[in-house]
């Protein structure tokens, strides 16, 4: 199982952008899917986190800017990420909890850059 993340860049604080991760192999369920972040001499953080049945949990500081959302055919999820602020500056990195043939446990994708200059 191999998880392909894509959508990150450069923006100004303000703007726009949306990040996608699709998980492909052989997969049998995907239970909770999400992204994590980690800016420069910080920890990583958990940003937003979707279940099988809908769910979803955000981190504070993004609370009414990023909308995550999943589409189970395409084994893909989402992160739209609205107003975008400095602060917002980090690796993002999508993760999901696949149950395949050699059993269950999370998988990670490879990081994508996200950049929001003042």
């Known amino acids: 199982v191999q998880l392909q993340a894509s959508g990150g860049g450069l923006v100004q604080a303000g703007g726009s952008l949306r990040l996608s991760c699709a998980a492909s192999?052989?997969?049998?369920?995907?239970?909770?899917m999400g992204w994590d972040r980690q800016a420069p001499g910080k920890e990583r953080e958990s940003v937003a986190v979707?279940?099988?049945?809908?769910?979803?949990n955000y981190v504070d500081s993004v609370k009414g800017r990023f909308t995550i959302s999943r589409d189970n055919a395409k084994n893909t999820v989402y992160l739209q990420m609205n107003s975008l602020k400095p602060e917002d500056t980090a690796v993002y990195y999508c993760?999901?909890?696949?149950?395949?043939?050699?059993?269950?446990?999370?998988?990670w994708g490879q990081g994508t850059q996200v950049t929001v200059s003042s």
């Open positions: 993760y999901a909890d696949i149950k395949d043939d050699l059993g269950s446990g999370s998988h």
């Open positions: 979707i279940t099988s049945g809908g769910s979803i």
């Open positions: 192999g052989t997969i049998f369920s995907i239970n909770d």
